[in-house]
C-alpha cells in the first residue's frame, strides 16, 4: 500500500530450545568456503558496479548465470552528447552510435523517436547513405504522424539522390530517388520539403533521360533505327520537361526520316518547333525535313502531338 511502513520481521527463539553453534559448524573448511564464496560475490559486485552506466537499467549476467539489472544512461545525456559530436566535432559516426544508443537503452521513450531521426541524418552527414535510408525509412514506418515525418522522406530521396552516377552508368538510383521525392510532393504537399523535392526531381529526371538519350543515340549511329526511336520516345513522353527533350524530338525526325515515315518526322519537326521555335536542334530537324522536299506539319494523331497536348505543350 503507497505510504505503508513495513517494518522488518523479527525472530524470537522458541522457549526451551537449545540455540548453540555445534563445532562441526565451525570447521576451517566450511569457514574457508564460505569465504572465498563472499569474495567472489564481493568481487562481482565492485565489477559490476564499476562497468555499470548511470540512468535506467540494462540486463547483464551475473557469476551464477542470472541476469541482473545494472543502470542505463540517461537517454537525454546520450542524446546531448551525440548532438555536440555532431555540430561541434562533426564526428557524425561516433554521433550516430550516441543515438542508437539512446534507442537501445530507451526504446520507448521520446527521446528515442528523436534518436532515430537522428540517426538517420548523421548517417546522411557520414555519407553512408545506404544507413541512412534504412533508418529515414524505419522513422516513415513508425511514425508517419509526426511533425518531422516529411523532413525524413525528404532525407530518404537526398541520400538516394546523392548516389546517382553518371549517365553512362545504370540509373536505378535516379529512379528510385525520383519516386522518393514524389512521396514527398503527394504526402506533404505544403511543406519546404516539397518545394525542394521538386528541384532535385528534375535534375534527377534529367539525368535518367540523359541515359536514354545516351542509348538512343548509340542505336542511331549503328542504323538501328527502331531500337533508337524506342529510346527518343521515352524521353518525349516520360521526361519532356527536361532539358533533353529538344534534341529528342530532332532525332526522331532524323530515325523517322532514315526509315521513309515522312508523317512522324514532319510531325517531330513541327512540335519542336511550335514548343522550341528558337533551338538550335529546330533547325538542324527543319533543315531534314525541308532536305526531302517536305515540311513541318503536325499530324494530330500522332503519338508525339498526344504526348505534347498531355502535359499542355503543343
Known amino acids: 500500500m503507497p505510504g505503508a511502513v513495513h517494518s522488518a520481521p523479527t525472530c524470537r527463539p522458541t522457549p526451551g530450545r537449545s540455540y548453540r553453534m555445534s563445532p562441526r559448524s565451525l570447521s576451517p573448511q566450511r569457514i574457508g568456503r564460505a569465504a572465498s564464496s563472499l569474495r567472489r560475490v564481493v568481487a562481482f559486485v565492485a565489477l ?75 548517417k546522411f552527414e557520414a555519407k553512408e547513405y545506404d544507413d541512412a535510408v534504412v533508418a529515414a ?3 516513415v514506418t513508425l ?14 530521396g537526398s541520400a538516394l539522390y546523392e548516389q546517382i552516377p553518371d ?29 525542394a523535392a521538386k528541384r532535385k526531381t528534375e535534375m534527377a529526371r534529367d539525368q535518367v533521360a540523359g541515359k536514354e538519350m545516351l542509348v538512343g543515340r548509340y542505336y542511331l549511329q549503328r542504323k538501328d533505327f527502331t531500337a533508337a526511336i524506342n529510346r527518343f520516345k521515352i524521353v518525349v513522353t516520360k521526361y519532356q520537361t527536361t532539358r533533353h527533350v529538344e534534341e529528342a524530338l530532332m532525332r526522331l525526325t532524323e530515325a523517322y526520316m532514315a526509315l ?9 519537326a513541327a512540335v519542336l518547333g511550335h514548343n522550341f521555335p528558337d533551338s538550335r536542334w529546330y533547325q538542324d530537324a527543319h533543315r531534314l525535313v525541308k532536305g526531302g522536299g517536305l515540311e513541318p506539319v ?11 497536348k498531355r502535359v499542355g505543350l503543343g
Open 143 to 156: 511514425h508517419p504522424g509526426s511533425p518531422d515525418a516529411p523532413y525524413a522522406q525528404y532525407l530518404i
Open 298 to 308: 503536325e499530324n494530330k494523331g500522332s503519338w508525339i502531338s498526344r504526348a505534347f
Open 260 to 268: 521513309g515515315i515522312v508523317n512522324e518526322a514532319q510531325t517531330a
Open 167 to 195: 549517365i553512362t552508368r545504370d540509373q536505378a538510383r535516379s529512379e528510385k530517388a525520383i519516386a522518393a521525392f514524389d512521396e514527398v510532393v503527394r504526402k506533404y504537399p505544403g511543406t519546404e520539403y516539397a518545394n
Open 137 to 139: 525509412k524505419r522513422y
Open 48 to 122: 559490476a558496479l564499476l562497468l555499470a552506466p548511470a540512468g535506467g537499467c540494462s540486463n547483464i549476467m551475473n557469476l551464477f548465470g542470472k541476469e541482473e539489472l545494472v543502470p542505463d544512461e540517461p537517454a537525454e545525456k546520450l542524446y546531448n552528447e551525440g548532438v555536440y559530436l555532431l555540430n561541434q566535432q562533426q564526428d557524425y559516426k561516433t554521433a550516430a552510435k550516441k543515438f542508437e544508443e539512446v534507442e537501445r537503452q530507451h526504446p520507448y521513450s521520446d527521446w528515442a523517436r528523436k534518436s532515430l531521426l537522428m540517426v538517420a541524418y548523421s
